[in-house]
């Protein structure tokens, strides 16, 4: 894997709640909480960067059977800065959402960025993007389907992994929710099929929205903007997207 120099961005707070039952929550050191999935494994990955040794915790999920199953897609998910829980829900509500649906086996990864770091940190970034290249290798992985889906700090990330390097770091397609930047690589940014989304209680709307018109003003084709202006909950409006999940899985690397 290339090394990623990532900008450092701000980091902006906003709320955000769920749309299923779920109440296991794991709490970890610092303020990041990542519900548990359901099924999945927690592991540890441990790698030198920066000429030190660094570790990030992460939830894997697997299908099971998974040997005997095509190629399987890869969902890196990116967390907030921190999370809100309403009736014991929170922003990977999403995740379950897709596990639920029970339409789209693939592999699902939610690496935990270490306390007090930021998505759009390169180190942190290395790390993530790391875990992401070892699973593929371990795993049945279709290296043509590797997406990132990012809340938050990890909506703002979104744009560092897909914008830097020639090959968008190999993803096919990424979804950004309450976040955006790095618009000076817009050129990058547009190659990759994105949907944004934002209402008027994310405090970053502003940021999405001007992506979303920077991405026009480039000619980018492969992108959409959803606004949930006036939504209570704009996670429950994101799991009822009913064609999220369909629109993201047909996505490919070169298509």
């Avoid at 779920?22 to 790698?47: P, W």
């Avoid at 894997?60 to 829980?85: C, I, K, Q, R």
Wanted: proline share 3%; hydrophobic share 40%; charged share 20%.
């Amino acid at each position: 894997m290339n090394k990623i120099f990532f900008s450092a961005v701000l980091a902006v707070m906003f709320l955000v709640i769920g749309c299923t039952n779920k109440t296991e929550v794991f709490e970890m050191t610092g303020n990041h909480n990542i519900d548990f999935l359901d099924g999945a494994k927690e592991l540890t990955y441990t790698a030198e960067v920066d000429g030190g040794i660094k570790e990030m915790s992460y939830l894997l999920l697997v299908p099971d059977g998974y040997e005997n199953m095509e190629p399987l897609p890869v969902v890196l998910f990116l967390h907030g800065t921190t999370e809100t829980w309403v009736n014991g829900t929170s922003e990977t509500a999403i995740l379950q959402r897709l596990i639920d649906t029970n339409k789209f086996p693939c592999v699902i990864l939610v690496p935990k960025c270490i306390p007090g770091g930021n998505w759009c940190d390169w180190q942190m970034a290395t790390l993530a993007l790391g875990i992401a290249d070892e699973v593929k290798n371990v795993y049945n992985c279709d290296s043509d389907k590797f997406y990132i889906i990012g809340f938050e700090m990890g909506a703002y990330a979104v744009y560092d992994f897909i914008g830097h390097e020639a090959d968008n770091n190999g993803i096919a397609a990424a979804v950004s929710v309450g976040g955006a930047y790095m618009y000076e690589l817009i050129d990058n940014i547009k190659n990759v099929p994105l949907w944004i989304f934002y209402g008027d209680g994310d405090h970053s709307s502003e940021d999405s929205m001007r992506m979303a018109d920077e991405l026009k003003k480039a000619g980018g084709n492969k992108f959409k903007a959803t606004d949930y202006s006036g939504a209570d909950n704009v996670i429950e409006f994101i799991c009822g997207e009913t064609d999220l999940f369909d629109w993201l899985f047909a996505q490919r690397k070169g298509l």
